[in-house]
């Protein structure tokens, strides 16, 4: 062991007291051809020299393995999940029988803080394969996704193709029973009244195929039984296979009166058997048409999801293109999961590479779909905005969230939540360097379980846009659009710190416009006894009911203690009106889990976001 590890770059300058004792500590296994070394997600503890034979080094992304890399004799492998303290990013198996020096996780360490020269050559061996894997795993990724993509395409476009087919082939059965009835209607001895009565009758027909009435499977019964009922007391034959046809168009007991009133006893159960044939054929057409327009829309939305035949920077419709990103991930959005749509009116084009985009779009649905794979009532709410020379795209889910104490280290490479096997952990670092290196825009995260919204954030024109920076998210505690019409969604008690007797005074008509829009307001001012006809408060710990958000109107220096009246009573929210700002009290409230909105007015967001009732 001395005299092998002796020839390894990383220990070739340790000094030999400590060399000894690595040596010591360390330890000679052998590993049979095809036999596990340690697992994708398992814990570090040791890494390894190979003394002799290979090592294949594979990571599983999708169901798939991906060979990283085959390591020979003399190389260190392992050390990764001890220098970053993470469990294993890839399974280690041998390809060869193999021998290999473990050496323990103390030992490790104690090299590279005593040795600046193994410290820099590991630094090296690191740089270089998180190069080569990286490289790799991001054309894996790349081609996982495009399988992916080609998979749910294939799906969506098997249904309408299938709806087509099975129109046509019924088409065809339709268009016999539709000219015999055609024959035997032809044969009736009708007058010029009644052949113009078959006119207007074959124009309803045709309009009830397009929109066939919307009925439950009980009502539906109660009509055809009617329906029923009617014919046998008429005498018509077959009134059981003509009621469900009367039923899909519409037709009711006052119908079939004013239908015998126009044709005899003996001519209206042909007339009824030729409407039923029209409604039929007319109906496979409108079915044939809705399968061959759904086809288009599909390959319509790829080819502009791919950006066929066009250059990479362009004019790119932001909603163009999250629009074509749902229609291609239909096939995994139909687990339940609604999407809601809050687009902004008027949102500019921007300078950007088109496909690409759609990638980040791509992953941070995808992303949001598994993680509401277990969520009741699951919902995606994309919502978008305008914000000066930027564009700001919100992706929202209300799923488990992401644990706080993770939230910063999800854009790095490698780093993922989802159990071994089921991503590369490339994903968000792929979209982060698309919208961040690319776009020079941003992208960041906000996560509480129930709630997680991904920011990107685009400049307009981002070529010419070497100077501006993006605009902050949090700064001023700006919250995302979302998570504000949450609040007002959710808020039913407004506690107005500051509240004025002055109707012409903010302090006094933006509660006042709150309170018409059905919240709870109380007032907080120790010099009135009343306001808007509530009691008023000499401060927030009097107040006897749970507050949801605290709303200041006083003074900058007056805030902290405000804000710490609001964390003592279990507020959800600190709103510091237009004008009002206090950074530290801020960070106080968001510490103890408070949303925090500063310089902000709320009866302008509240419109914005919510419209006014009044």
């Not at 303290?85 to 590279?112: G, N, Q, Y």
């Not at 044969?187 to 009435?213: I, K």
């Not at 710490?564 to 530290?584: F, N, P, S, T």
């Amino acid at each position: 062991m001395y005299d092998f590890l002796k020839k390894v770059p990383l220990f070739e300058s340790l000094p030999e007291e400590d060399f000894e004792r690595l040596c010591e500590w360390s330890e000679e296994i052998a590993l049979p051809a095809g036999m596990e070394l340690f697992h994708e997600g398992s814990p570090g503890d040791r890494a390894f020299v190979i003394k002799s034979g290979q090592l294949e080094i594979v990571k599983t992304s999708d169901g798939r393995e991906v060979l990283l890399a085959v390591r020979d004799s003399g190389e260190v492998i392992g050390e990764m999940a001890l220098v970053e303290e993470m469990p294993r990013t890839a399974s280690v198996r041998a390809r060869t029988d193999v021998e290999l020096i473990a050496i323990p996780k103390e030992s490790f360490t104690h090299l590279l803080d005593t040795s600046s020269t193994a410290a820099r050559a590991m630094l090296n061996t690191i740089v270089a394969r998180l190069r080569s894997n990286t490289t790799l795993l991001q054309q894996s990724e790349k081609m996982a996704q495009l399988g992916t993509l080609t998979a749910g395409v294939a799906h969506e476009l098997n249904n309408p193709a299938a709806a087509v087919k099975r129109g046509a082939s019924q088409l065809r059965a339709t268009l016999t029973e539709f000219g015999q009835a055609f024959s035997h209607l032809q044969n009736l001895d009708l007058s010029p009244q009644q052949r113009e009565a078959l006119e207007t009758l074959d124009a309803a027909t045709q309009e009830a195929a397009a929109r066939p009435p919307l009925m439950d499977a009980l009502a539906r019964s109660d009509r055809e039984y009617e329906l029923e009922t009617w014919l046998e007391d008429h005498d018509i034959e077959n009134s059981w296979e003509l009621a469900p046809t009367l039923t899909d168009l519409n037709y009711d007991v006052d119908g079939l009166d004013a239908l015998s009133r126009d044709f005899s006893g003996d001519q209206l159960p042909v007339v009824i058997q030729w409407m039923g044939n029209t409604f039929t054929a007319y109906n496979l057409l409108t079915e044939i048409d809705q399968g061959a327009g759904r086809i288009s829309e599909i390959v319509k939305a790829l080819k502009s999801y791919s950006y066929l035949d066009q250059a990479p920077i362009q004019a790119v419709d932001i909603h163009e293109g999250l629009d074509n990103t749902l229609v291609i991930m239909q096939n995994k959005l139909k687990k339940g999961i609604s999407v809601r749509r809050d687009y902004a009116e008027f949102l500019p084009k921007i300078q950007a590479y088109g496909s690409e985009l759609n990638q980040v779009w791509t992953n941070l649905i995808d992303n949001a779909t598994d993680a509401l794979e277990h969520t009741e009532n699951p919902e995606i709410i994309i919502s978008t905005r305008w914000d000066g020379d930027f564009v700001v795209v919100e992706i929202a889910d209300n799923g488990p969230g992401i644990p706080k104490n993770i939230q910063t280290k999800i854009f790095d490479p490698f780093y993922t939540t989802k159990p071994p096997g089921k991503g590369t952990g490339l994903g968000l670092n792929i979209s982060y360097n698309i919208v961040v290196q690319k776009h020079r825009g941003d992208i960041r995260v906000y996560s509480k379980p129930g709630l997680t919204t991904f920011t990107v954030i685009l400049p307009v024109g981002f070529e010419s846009n070497q100077g501006s920076v993006p605009p902050p998210v949090e700064g001023y505690a700006k919250l995302s659009d979302v998570r504000l019409k949450e609040i007002f969604e959710s808020a039913k008690t407004i506690a107005v710190v500051g509240m004025s007797r002055g109707e012409h005074r903010p302090s006094h008509s933006v509660p006042k416009y709150l309170q018409d829009q059905g919240y709870r307001i109380i007032p907080v001012n120790p010099n009135v006894d009343e306001l808007l006809g509530e009691k008023s408060y000499p401060d927030l710990l009097s107040i006897p009911e749970k507050v949801d958000i605290v709303e200041i109107f006083r003074p900058n220096e007056e805030v902290p203690v405000i804000v710490e009246q609001a964390i003592q009573i279990g507020a959800r929210v600190v709103w510091m009106q237009e004008g009002v700002i206090h950074q530290a009290a801020g960070d106080d409230a968001r510490t103890a889990g408070l949303d925090v909105v500063m310089d902000t007015c709320m009866r302008v967001m509240h419109k914005r976001l919510m419209g006014s009732r009044t």
